[in-house]
């Protein structure tokens, strides 16, 4: 999806202050199309990784661990 004003990134919540950039944002779709929850953190991967696989184990689909 090419994005160049910023519109779809704006609605989504993902842009810096003043729309100056782009935010590492991770979305939890619902089973309904509709975004259950997010992580925001720009810096940690990890914040993101963590976020999926506890969807993951909440969901009952995957290890109760985090898979190294």
């Known amino acids: ?3 160049p004003q910023k519109r779809i990134i704006g ?3 993902a842009t810096w202050a003043l729309g100056l950039g782009v935010r590492r944002v991770t979305y939890l779709i619902g ?3 509709r975004i259950a929850d997010r992580v925001v953190a720009e ?6 990784r963590g976020f999926v696989e506890r969807a993951v184990v909440v969901r009952g689909k995957g ?3 985090p898979v190294a």
């Open 1 to 3: 999806v090419s994005d």
């Open 11 to 13: 609605s989504y919540g």
């Open 31 to 33: 089973g309904d199309g």
């Open 43 to 48: 810096l940690s991967v990890g914040a993101h």
């Open 63 to 65: 290890p109760a661990r």
